[in-house]
């Protein structure tokens, strides 16, 4: 049974509402309340913090292999930066018109959106040279770090799904083997394309705030990883430019449905995303034979194979890819550890 005990407008009309609907509209209230208390008052220490965090994710997006989403979701703030990114729309703009620039910039978290971006653009213009450096000098050792923190990123992953069943089980097939054949692909030759870029910056920025997908291996899967390296090492605003649109424009249409896929398939998702960042693996292996190599332009476009340590051709560095990997592996889990303790 229920009693009608007051109105409700609804598009403008004075609509009766039940008892039943009354704890309904209860009940939305307090989720939305608790959406917007994902958008935190903070100090300046702890934006310190929020910076700090945003380094990380920008050290992760140099790394083709570990995710600046999987670096958000253990530090605790991926919810937020998704809800926060959710708010970048036109109805924000109409309550800056409306409201003025205080409460948009509230409404926008924006303080939190901002903190975040300065640690991940201190991150990627002071270390970019440091790690084109490694790869082209250390690059087993390298990759070994990369490899341990990607199979970390498949473990982290996995343990956020909480119901095993069969189609969780053949979804992470089908995305290790999608994956896999992906990585198998020989990169686009078209990788200095301003077009290219601007679609890869689009698909990498979806990438980032993937928990457990990296920017920087979609963008190496594409073929256009050291061109963005050397574009941020030199300063060549151009291509910078055009992948800074493309990511743009990728995430202000990509963060609606990831958002709408975590809340209403979160499950599927995370198998889908564990399966694909296990298939990944197969690209990030430290020891390869080269193929091929083209020259397109002033860039070096590599076609290689994975093989045994035991079967490299050169000094196999086994001792040290094994502490790399171990490191890279551990990191995950110390970032997660001391997450869940702050």
């Given at each position: 049974m229920s009693f009608k005990l007051g109105k409700y407008t609804i598009m403008g009309k004075l609509v009766p509402i039940s008892c039943n609907s009354k704890i309904l509209f209860l009940y939305l209230f307090l989720e939305s309340q608790m959406q917007t208390n994902h958008m935190k008052t903070r100090s300046m220490l702890q934006y310190l913090?929020?910076?700090?965090?945003?380094?990380?994710?920008?050290?992760?997006?140099?790394?083709?292999?570990?995710?600046?989403?999987?670096?958000?979701?253990?530090?605790?703030i991926y919810e937020e930066l998704i809800a926060s990114i959710n708010k970048v729309?036109?109805?924000?703009?109409?309550?800056?018109?409306?409201?003025?620039?205080?409460?948009?910039?509230?409404?926008?978290n924006g303080n939190f959106l901002v903190a975040l971006a300065l640690g991940m653009a201190l991150s990627i213009f002071s270390l970019s040279r440091g790690i084109s450096w490694l790869l082209e000098n250390e690059p087993i050792p390298l990759w070994s770090f990369f490899f341990g923190l990607v199979l970390a990123s498949v473990v982290f992953v996995g343990k956020a799904i909480k119901k095993w069943?069969?189609?969780?089980?053949?979804l992470l097939i089908i995305g290790a083997v999608v994956a896999y054949f992906i990585t198998t692909l020989p990169p686009s030759a078209?990788?200095?394309?301003?077009?290219?870029?601007?679609?890869?910056?689009?698909?990498?920025?979806?990438?980032?705030?993937?928990?457990?997908?990296?920017?920087?291996?979609?963008?190496?899967?594409?073929?256009?990883?050291?061109?963005?390296?050397?574009?941020?090492?030199?300063?060549?605003?151009?291509i910078l430019a055009t992948?800074?649109?493309?990511?743009?424009?990728?995430?202000?249409?990509f963060a609606k449905l990831l958002k709408w896929m975590f809340d209403n398939h979160k499950n599927i998702t995370l198998a889908v995303l564990t399966g694909f960042i296990l298939g990944s693996l197969n690209k990030i292996w430290?020891?390869?034979?080269?193929?091929?190599?083209?020259?397109?332009?002033?860039?070096?476009i590599v076609?290689?194979?994975?093989?045994?340590p035991f079967s490299f051709d050169g000094e196999p560095q086994i001792l040290?890819?094994?502490?790399?990997?171990?490191?890279?592996?551990?990191?995950?889990?110390?970032l997660e550890k001391v997450a869940s303790q702050k």
């Open positions: 913090f929020v910076t700090l965090k945003g380094m990380a994710m920008g050290v992760a997006e140099l790394v083709p292999g570990v995710s600046g989403g999987t670096i958000a979701f253990v530090a605790g729309n036109l109805k924000s703009l109409q309550i800056w018109r409306e409201k003025g620039f205080k409460v948009f910039w509230t409404e926008l069943n069969f189609i969780a089980i053949l078209n990788s200095d394309s301003l077009p290219f870029l601007f679609f890869s910056g689009a698909l990498a920025i979806c990438a980032m705030i993937l928990p457990g997908i990296s920017g920087s291996f979609i963008l190496v899967l594409l073929g256009s990883y050291k061109t963005v390296l050397d574009a941020v090492d030199e300063r060549d605003f151009k992948v800074a649109l493309g990511a743009l424009f990728g995430l202000l249409s430290p020891w390869k034979n080269i193929l091929e190599t083209r020259t397109i332009g002033k860039k070096i076609i290689d194979e994975n093989i045994s040290a890819a094994i502490v790399a990997a171990i490191i890279g592996f551990s990191l995950i889990f110390i």
